[in-house]
């Protein structure tokens, strides 16, 4: 059932819904005579509500800078041709410019294209005045991204036109309190990924409810490719085994969903779909993190881009221990730029690339030195030919993550140098997050700080170096 909460504007395009035939709420003259008339429907009663900033990245540099309002505007990691857009202005997603699409790819589809160098200091200022603004409303029980949060409805706050009233409300604080650019799209639902996909369902500046007496109606209008979770090749998976559409999906129990998603996310899903409501946040952790960069044209020799290596495991290993993680294996992977004499497949900066990869076991860890020295051997194992010098991407990943509580020890967990180091990673942490990521770090990557600016993972919201 979607509620929008007023028409876009004209000028700006909005994704078409056809959900707008389905069937008004019952009147409460219509519900059955044993249930009082100032009692919510339990199929009306909603427990989450979710917010999701619309293209978060342009819409802050049009608020900020009033000349690039009404613009198609494209956010980009730095002005060059072989990278590529981090996000697009709806004006520019009319042009079919979308996060992802190569910079040289976006010019030829939006001629007035207006290239932005992204500015993540104030997106992190930006989404933290939003975060207030939502609490000003209710308290905000999960921060799920840079532009994306949670909210657990309670009491009073369930039934339907009470929470469509509250997700009004959040809107509007969030025009008033950060800014008139700032537009949001908020879901409601029984559950939180049911919410997350309401939140999607009408952009720019939607209000969308899926209250459970609307819902298979509902979820059977729209396509696979509209779930979170289900990407191109989770589609074909599902294609292969004769899911097509969302009816087919939808007539699988939880047990066959786990059968064809092939883990316990398919069955979660199963009851998810089915607006059960339960605690994500105890069977969920990070199961991998990475940190990526495309490497400037002056970086782009091995000695630099072991320095950008450096850091991004720096950072890394920072999140890792915020989120009390350890980590059971380190991953490498670094683009190599070719000539387009070649003739190599593109990569998705538009670029001819022969790329490398490497992965090593580790014994469930998350201080810098046994990172770092895992690191240095998989640097080590890079291909190391004529061919191999002009490294422009480098990804470093940390995988096999286990939290806190399933942490498996070790004989050497217990000794004094054990604990030292801890310690000593411990006050780093907390020296860098208060004065800055590069406060007290490896003399190696010193020079990767300003070529390799932080940025803005999509799970995690930097803090202010």
């Known amino acids: ?16 819904s056809n959900l707008k035939e389905l069937q008004p709420l019952k009147p409460a003259s219509a519900r059955a005579p044993q249930e009082p008339a100032d009692r919510p429907d339990a199929g009306q009663l909603l427990n989450w509500l979710f917010v999701d900033m619309n293209s978060y ?7 900020t800078r009033p000349e690039l309002r009404g613009r198609p505007v494209a956010i980009v990691p730095m002005m060059a041709d072989t990278t590529c857009c981090l996000a697009a202005s709806y004006e520019a997603k009319a042009f079919g410019v979308k996060t992802g699409t ?3 790819d976006a010019k030829q589809l939006c001629p007035g294209l207006v290239l932005v160098e992204a500015r993540h200091e104030i997106y992190v200022q930006y989404h933290h005045r939003i975060v207030e603004a939502v609490k000003s409303c209710l308290p905000v029980t999960a921060v799920l991204s840079v532009d994306e949060m949670a909210c657990r409805l309670m009491g009073r706050e369930r039934p339907l036109l009470a929470a469509m009233e509250l997700g009004r409300k959040v809107k509007r604080r969030i025009l008033e309190q950060v800014g008139p650019m700032m537009r949001s799209s908020v879901g409601l639902a029984t559950n939180r990924y049911l919410a997350k996909v309401a939140s999607d369902m009408e952009k720019p500046d939607g209000l969308v409810a899926l209250p459970l007496d609307i819902l ?13 979770g289900i990407g191109s090749r989770m589609e074909k998976r599902l294609n292969l085994q004769g899911i097509q559409t969302m009816e087919q999906l939808l007539a699988l129990d939880c047990d066959q969903a ?9 069955s979660r899903l199963g009851h998810w779909l089915r607006g059960e409501d339960f605690d994500m946040d105890e069977a969920e952790h990070l199961k991998s993190m990475s940190h990526q960069h495309v490497l400037a044209p002056e970086m782009r020799t091995p000695e630099k881009a072991w320095a950008v290596a450096h850091k991004l495991l720096h950072k890394a290993a920072m999140r890792l221990r915020a989120n009390g993680l350890w980590a059971g294996s380190i991953g490498l992977v670094i683009g190599f730029a070719v000539p387009r004499s070649e003739k190599k497949p ?10 490398w990869k490497g992965e090593i076991r580790l014994t469930e860890c998350q201080d810098n030195l046994t990172l770092i020295a895992a690191l240095s051997r998989l640097w080590a194992s890079r291909p190391n030919s004529a061919a191999y010098q002009k490294p422009y991407f480098i990804g470093v990943h940390l995988n096999g993550l286990v939290p806190d509580h399933l942490h498996s020890l070790n004989l050497f967990d217990g000794s004094e140098e054990v604990r030292n180091r801890k310690r000593l990673v411990a006050a780093m942490d907390a020296l860098n997050s208060k004065y800055g990521l590069s406060t007290l770090a490896p003399a190696t990557m010193l020079t990767a700080f300003r070529a390799a600016p932080t940025r803005i993972a999509f799970h995690t919201i930097p803090e202010m170096f």
């Open 102 to 104: 190569a910079v040289a």
């Open 216 to 228: 298979p109606e509902a979820l059977r209008q729209l396509k696979l490719r509209d779930l979170p």
């Open 258 to 266: 786990g059968e064809v998603w092939g883990s316990v996310l398919g």
């Open 57 to 63: 990245f342009a819409s802050v540099e049009q608020d």
């Open 1 to 16: 059932m979607v509620i929008p909460l007023h028409p876009a504007p004209a000028t700006v395009p909005t994704k078409p």
């Open 346 to 355: 593109l990569s998705r900066f538009g670029m001819p690339t022969r790329g």
